[in-house]
């Protein structure tokens, strides 16, 4: 399975590289060769100077491959090469730039995107990069500057204590959709803050919980708090849970 896996990630790379506009592409370090993994897909970045090929030109260039779409939000194509889920994310240059030069505040979505951008560029596969701009941007990202740290730290720490102001909310109107909604937002933006603290990108979503742990810098008490505030078994409620959500955050901000 690993060879049908190889030829996938081949062609992709031969098909996006053979685009004028295109400088580099990489295949998300998520992405691995045991298909039965619950988890397992195909996700490719593809870094682009200028405007991309039209829809229609890049259908035609995955000819062949089922259940094609493309993404009208946001710079995505999804579809399947030989029963194999495959994933194409189209990033501009200009995108990354404004990490490596410090130019992220009031850029919302790119905020909101977080590190884990930068983490794929610095560990993916590299399948094509046409001048060696993939070789000398993971050589910039080690010097992130301190701009774009603290503008991810402070839009991080914004939307978390937002977060955790909306669970109160929620408990008192016993309301549980937006209750649930608001423990997802917290636990996200808590995530986010802890790795900007330690000055490590962002893995994968799916990985999280693993990599959560090897961090250097963690809260005192922040495993069995972590714990009894993303757990539904311990028989917490609502209004504990906001509590412990409340002293995690403070732990989690003492951190800078």
Same mark, same amino acid.
């Given at each position: 399975m690993?060879?049908?896996?190889?030829?996938?990630?081949? /062609?992709i790379g031969g098909i996006c590289s053979g685009w004028a506009?295109?400088? +580099?592409?990489? =295949?998300?370090? &998520?992405?691995?060769?045991?298909?039965?993994?619950? $988890? @397992?897909?195909?996700? @490719?970045?593809?870094?682009? +100077?200028?405007?991309?090929?039209?829809?229609?030109?890049?259908?035609?260039? @995955?000819?062949?491959?089922?259940? @094609?779409e493309s993404s009208l939000v946001q710079a995505k194509d999804r579809f399947l090469l030989d029963g194999l889920p495959v994933r194409l994310e189209y990033k501009?240059?200009?995108?990354?730039?404004?990490?490596?030069?410090?130019?992220?505040?009031?850029?919302? #979505? =790119?905020?909101?995107?977080?590190t884990y951008p930068l983490h794929r560029l610095a560990h993916g596969l590299v399948l094509f990069d046409r001048g060696g701009?993939? %070789?000398?941007? /993971?050589? /910039?990202?080690?010097?992130?500057?301190?701009?774009?740290?603290?503008?991810?730290?402070?839009? +991080?720490?914004?939307? &978390?204590?937002? #977060? =955790?102001?909306?669970?109160?909310?929620a408990a008192r109107r016993d309301d549980p959709y937006f209750y649930l909604e608001s423990i997802a937002g917290f636990a996200r933006q808590a995530i986010a803050l802890l790795f900007v603290a330690n000055r490590v990108f962002e893995p994968s979503h799916r990985s999280i919980e693993a990599k959560l742990r090897e961090l250097p810098r963690l809260p005192d008490d922040f495993g069995g708090r972590w714990e009894s505030?993303?757990? %539904?078994?311990?028989? *917490?409620?609502?209004?504990? /849970? $906001?509590? *412990?959500?409340?002293?995690? +955050?403070?732990?989690?901000?003492?951190?800078g």
């Open positions: 690993k060879v049908k896996v190889e030829k996938a990630a081949e /062609r506009e295109v400088e +580099a592409v990489s =295949l998300a370090e &998520m992405s691995g060769d045991d298909v039965l993994d619950p $988890y @397992f897909s195909l996700s @490719f970045d593809v870094f682009h +100077a200028s405007s991309l090929p039209g829809l229609d030109e890049r259908r035609r260039a @995955f000819e062949g491959v089922g259940a @094609f501009p240059l200009s995108a990354v730039e404004l990490f490596l030069d410090g130019s992220l505040a009031g850029r919302a #979505s =790119l905020l909101s995107a977080g701009w993939i %070789s000398s941007t /993971r050589a /910039r990202c080690g010097e992130l500057p301190p701009g774009s740290w603290e503008a991810l730290r402070d839009h +991080a720490a914004a939307r &978390m204590e937002h #977060s =955790l102001a909306d669970i109160a909310a505030f993303l757990r %539904s078994d311990l028989g *917490i409620s609502r209004e504990q /849970r $906001y509590e *412990i959500g409340s002293l995690l +955050a403070k732990s989690i901000l003492s951190l």
